[in-house]
């Protein structure tokens, strides 16, 4: 196997496949192998222009024993950049240390340190590659060596009781409230990005971790070493970008339903708000106020005069954010002129249809530029220009009618190779227009995202969530790993999606848990599908803003007055820490750390915080214990080293102990750090 030193990269070749490793920003490498003549350029994640791009390269022997007591000499090589040393054995196996310590390793299978004819008859490699049949691309398959006692946090959002994902086997995949970001970070104190959109799965299993992409072109991954978590994810965020700053006037109450029908019921909506004294910062429509999915228009009967209404809004303080959804109906006008284009996305068998829900459509294709202009040029004329602020980009893993990604082809390439760059593709359709256009950060809220869509203006939701307890705390953890993972702009929907009835109390006592956290996160935003549907439509068409049901009303009176007082109260509290919340959005910008934090993000010295998932940190101040059961009026909570004041009545209690506080329904435990 030759190695070579490539202007401070170390390339190597063996049995056909070129692998490439390179400094790529401060203490980090990235790794790249390919089967085919060239690597294909793509940086996908790695946006930002690094600033240490050359390491330092060396070759060495070492004595290799081949039997019989005989020594021979083979071929070693490494690359060291700052902290971070990657090491190559004579076959092809990377090793990642900082300074001694093994981080990681490509697996590897020897009793003395060398490859042994034990391990040889396995026929298990570190980089094994499958060439797809009549295809250009493999199905790859990369496997570590699992590291005993490691812990690893991020990956984006994931529907399970687990946070830390050791243990657990991972789908590689976009779907309606699972968004797949593949950065994580371990307790061994580095992080690793999975540089690949494709479609595939990873098992972080107690034998070994193994990565798959079902269709690639190219291995891509990139590691980083630091003294903390926040330092890995400086370094991860500064070179896949970081979340612009968010404006101060959306940093209040985001007020939603299933769904205002009228331009009359919004403005009703925020009238009430205004007489309550309860300033609203954004104000959402949501979907079927349109004549036909991909028609991006109001229907007029209901809403004839939306730039008014918009105006009249504006005048209250209130933005507006309109639902748009990347699925484009047989029966809309711009169902013909986009698939003439070839603006849509392709089946590979059976009927063009890729989505079902109320009606028959085929979604967009955002990798397509002409297409990304064209939709952009459609919502520019019919809601931009009329003084929209922003755009509910719904729908946008794309929510497939039937997840068989095998069947789907985009204008790049075939979806099981780039599917999960999806919604960040569609994003850009709005953003990056918005971004030459305005005089402000764009912000647009979106259902799912990849690695680096935090550089792209999204308020990321955890989507249609079931109206549960045990929902209500795999979402917090989800938001916890986010924000491991990079998107620090990250909400939910308050109470959950999905709600049978609004008049059940054990609904309300949900709803106000799930509200006291809300204050406590990124955006606090309500919304819900409220059942039941008792609500006669507006019309009897199948078609336009007035046939889909809506749901009962969401705002913040509709629960009675007990409640109400609860909400109130607890926004008065978001509006007072409005100062605050401005600084963690500044903190953001400026260094990737997200609003919500895991607890070892800010004690990870404290090996108990490795272990907490039922307690966070709202930037380093608060520490918040949120109620995750009915009926549940106290719980015991971890206080870290250091002096805790209990909000609730201002107790200072010392860290480094659990302790048992009270919550009534009208509190949620949060204590403020004292030093």
Not at 11 to 19: I, L, N, S
Not at 112 to 138: A, F, P, Q
Not at 511 to 528: D, E, K, N
């Amino acid at each position: 196997m030759e190695f070579r030193n490539d202007n401070g990269a170390l390339v190597f070749k063996r049995a056909g496949e070129t692998v490439r490793i390179e400094a790529w920003g401060e203490n980090s490498l990235r790794v790249r192998a390919t089967m085919l003549p060239e690597f294909t350029g793509n940086d996908w994640a790695l946006t930002e222009k690094p600033s240490i791009t050359q390491g330092k390269v060396e070759f060495f022997e070492r004595d290799h024993w081949v039997g019989d007591g005989n020594i021979d000499k083979r071929q070693y090589a490494s690359i060291t950049n700052g902290k971070i040393r990657a090491e190559v054995n004579f076959v092809g196996i990377i090793s990642f240390f900082e300074g001694e310590k093994l981080l990681l390793r490509e697996y590897y299978r020897s009793y003395d340190g060398t490859i042994s004819e034990g391990s040889r008859c396995l026929k298990l490699v570190n980089r094994e590659w499958k060439g797809i049949i009549g295809g250009t691309g493999y199905e790859l398959n990369l496997k570590f060596d699992a590291n005993d006692g490691e812990k690893i946090y991020g990956m984006g959002q994931y529907q399970q009781s687990y946070m830390d994902m050791k243990g657990c086997v991972l789908e590689l995949a976009q779907r309606n409230s699972q968004a797949s970001v593949p950065f994580y970070i371990s307790n061994k104190g580095y992080g690793m990005l999975w540089n690949n959109p494709a479609v595939g799965r990873v098992s972080f299993a107690n034998n070994y971790t193994e990565w798959i992409a079902r269709s690639t072109r190219q291995m891509d991954y990139w590691i980083t070493v630091g003294e903390t978590p926040k330092e890995i994810l400086r370094t991860y965020t500064g070179v896949t970008g970081r979340a612009p700053k968010f404006p101060e006037s959306l940093m209040g109450l985001w007020q939603c339903k299933l769904r205002y029908r009228t331009q009359e019921e919004v403005l009703e909506v925020a009238h009430a708000y205004q007489k309550e004294g309860i300033k609203i910062d954004m104000i959402v429509i949501d979907f079927f106020h349109w004549t036909v999915q991909g028609d991006w228009k109001f229907d007029k009967t209901y809403w004839p005069d939306p730039k008014a209404m918009v105006e009249e809004l504006h005048s209250m303080g209130i933005k507006v954010i309109v639902s748009v959804w990347p699925s484009v109906d047989r029966k809309s006008e711009n169902f013909y002129p986009m698939m003439d284009r070839g603006l849509l996305i392709k089946t590979e068998r059976g009927a063009a249809q890729t989505y079902d829900y109320q009606g028959d459509c085929v979604e967009i294709d955002p990798f397509n530029p002409e297409c990304r202009k064209y939709v952009w040029e459609v919502c520019k004329r019919n809601y931009y220009d009329l003084g929209f602020d922003g755009f509910w980009l719904d729908n946008s893993e794309p929510d497939y009618g039937v997840y068989d990604f095998e069947n789907y082809r985009y204008s790049i390439g075939p979806a099981l190779e780039c599917s999960n760059l999806y919604p960040q593709m569609y994003s850009r359709v709005f953003n990056d227009p918005m971004k030459e256009m305005g005089d402000g950060t764009v912000v647009n809220l979106m259902r799912c995202a990849w690695a680096g869509s935090q550089k792209y203006g999204n308020v990321i939701w955890s989507g249609d969530v079931p109206s549960t307890f045990y929902s209500f705390r795999e979402q917090v953890m989800a938001g916890l790993n986010m924000g491991i993972a990079g998107i620090p702009w990250w909400t939910t929907d308050i109470g959950g999606f999905m709600t049978d009835d609004v008049k059940d109390p054990d609904f309300r006592q949900l709803l106000i848990r799930w509200y006291q956290f809300a204050v406590y996160s990124a955006v606090l935003r309500m919304h819900g599908d409220r059942g039941p549907y008792n609500i006669p439509p507006l019309d009897n068409r199948d078609w336009g803003g007035g046939y889909l049901h809506t749901g009962q009303p969401n705002e913040l009176w509709s629960y009675g007055e007990d409640n109400y007082k609860i909400m109130r109260k607890y926004y008065d509290i978001r509006i007072a820490m409005h100062d605050y919340v401005r600084s963690l959005y500044e903190e953001a910008s400026a260094n990737g750390s997200p609003l919500i934090r895991a607890m070892f993000f800010e004690f990870p010295d404290d090996a108990k915080c490795w272990e907490l998932n039922d307690q966070y940190m709202f930037g380093a101040k608060y520490l918040v214990a949120p109620i995750f059961a009915l009926n549940q009026f106290s719980r015991e909570v971890y206080l870290p080293a250091g002096q805790w004041k209990l909000t609730s009545d201002g107790t200072i209690y010392q860290g480094g102990q659990t302790v048992t506080v009270d919550a009534p329904i009208e509190y949620m435990p949060v204590f403020e750090r004292m030093n």
